[in-house]
Nanobody, 126 residues
Framework: QVQLVASGGGLVQAGGSLRLSCAAS????????MGWFRQAPGKEREFVAA????????YYADSVKGRFTISREDAKNTVYLQMNTLKPDDAADYYC???????????????????WGTGTLVTVSS
């Protein structure tokens, strides 16, 4: 069982940057697909980014491509989300997630993952 704790959220002006961190415990996440999702008030949860283990192919929602970068540091059992050029529409609770499915052809993780962490709130002022 993987436990995930997200941190790094805060208040930032539009155009600014934040880096979110997700610390995992309970298992080694080296082969897990790790991802970030977000949910704004009154909206459904949406996929933001994901990174495979052992090689690290990355996936991004169209709305964040070119602005956000997901990375992982397996030695620290940690995943990051670097968010640049933030927009008011990026404001949401951001959740870290993990999926143990290591099948390289599986992409169902963009709809949800097996393990979910705490959220961290990102607020973007215009």
């Amino acid at each position: 069982q993987v436990q995930l704790v997200a941190s790094g959220g805060g208040l930032v002006q539009a155009g600014g940057s934040l880096r979110l961190s997700c610390a995992a415990s309970g298992d080694t996440i080296t082969t897990y697909v790790m991802g970030w999702f977000r949910q704004a008030p009154g909206k459904e949860r949406e996929f933001v980014a994901a990174i495979r283990g052992s090689g690290g192919s990355t996936y991004y929602a169209d709305s964040v491509k070119g602005r956000f970068t997901i990375s992982r540091e397996d030695a620290k059992n940690t995943v990051y989300l670097q968010m640049n050029t933030l927009k008011p529409d990026d404001a949401a609770d951001y959740y870290c997630a993990a999926d143990p499915n290591s099948n390289p052809y599986y992409t169902g993780f963009i709809y949800g993952m097996d393990y979910w962490g705490t959220g961290t709130l990102v607020t973007v002022s215009s």
